[in-house]
């Protein structure tokens, strides 16, 4: 089995990368001003998606379109179903590019690319390895009694509406995995909280205008803010300003034309780990409180003082834990100020054996008192399958097979579409100790691990097509 999977990968491996390059070379990010019936979540989306299908088709597979929602592949017997969730819409490229985010560039053993590893290169991987087991099995005349469906996704970024419609209508799966986080095998998702905070606006202050950030699960890059006052006090600020400590951040100013204005550049990550990268909202609130630039507005107080540039939200007293998934991680995502009102979102990932009242609840408690408007916007509950499975026992078996070494559950902050699913798991692409460049510029995947994670899926679905 094995060596009929390595000679098919062995000989197709060219054309995997090529097809991966082209699938990143699609700017697939949602997009509703071009949204249509015929893409529900804008024309790149829509063009990505087609893209999968037509690759699938390349390797002699019959490629649903499940009304522009979702891509369906399936290969193999009446048995039980077994799906392998990947996604074909990215989150928005940023700043801070040393090659171009959509051309799929090959270079130092590494393909970089917005998507190259959320979750493109899975996607191209799970057809390709598909196209494997299915190679193996005839080479040694085996009937599959199971079927591998590979669906492929086009809204895991921004709120999972793809599979709502799906399953809604086709109905869920019993059983599989998502390549959409890192190997061994993640059995455990944190619960995904989103919280919209709004308070008075700026009405007359010094503060005229201040945003920051693109999506709540990435941790902003940037962040800005236009002071606006008489020139003598603007210069005194600016002088404030930059005696500041910068704490890792590159805080700059520039008064002209009649205003100062206020840039902070952070370190982007993904907000499930935000440990790993440095929030530009927090700080561009902490320099303008510090600055006495915030009065009035009690919501972006608030977020100076209790949330800034901290991730585990000791200071809200929401810094929950348990033994399984480890501890609340919190991150401020997007930021918008006017003269209307004040917005931010903050994006909270909470354990396994924690609700997400008792997060909201001490949010509640936290703003007695105070005229901040405070809203859930989504909440996605944990998500945990016993690891004595038949399919995970699989996988296990898959894994070691390719690795020598034991293939260990653990749980994650991550959001994958395993969680949709009751039986289903995140398995690879990351190998343990990989960087997680996904949603950060440079995003890349070193091609030999994605190769190898290919014949890991490979062996995988073929055991699970034999049953």
Known sequence: MKKAIDNYLNEHENEMMVALSGAIAIPSVKDPTTASSHAPFGKEVGRALEFMLKTAEGRRFTAENMENYVGRVRWGGDGTQYAVLTHVDVVPEGTGWSVPPFAGTIKDGRLYGRGSTDDKGPAIASIFALAAARAALQAQHIEPRNAIMLLFGTDEESGMVDFDYYFKKYGIPEAGFSPDGEFPIVNGEKGILNLQLVGHGVHGGILRHAEGGTRSNVVPQHAEAVLITDHDKMQRLQGLIERLPKDEFSVSTTLANGELKLDVEGVPAHASTPEKGRNAIGKLLQVLDAVHCLEGDESLQFLAREVGTEWTGHRVGVDFADEVSG?????????????????????IRYPIKVTSKQVTDQFVEKLLGTKIEFTVMSDSTPHYVDPDTPLIQTLQKAYT????????????????????????VAFGPLFPGQPMTEHAPDEYIDVDSLLKATRIYAYAMAELLKG
Not at 406 to 424: D, M
């Open 327 to 347: 501890v609340l991680t919190l991150n401020l995502g997007t930021l918008q100020i006017d003269h209307d009102n004040s917005t931010a979102v903050i994006n």
């Open 401 to 424: 097979e390719y690795t020598g070494t034991e293939a260990k559950c653990f749980a994650i902050g991550g959001g994958t579409y395993a969680r949709l699913i009751p039986g289903a």
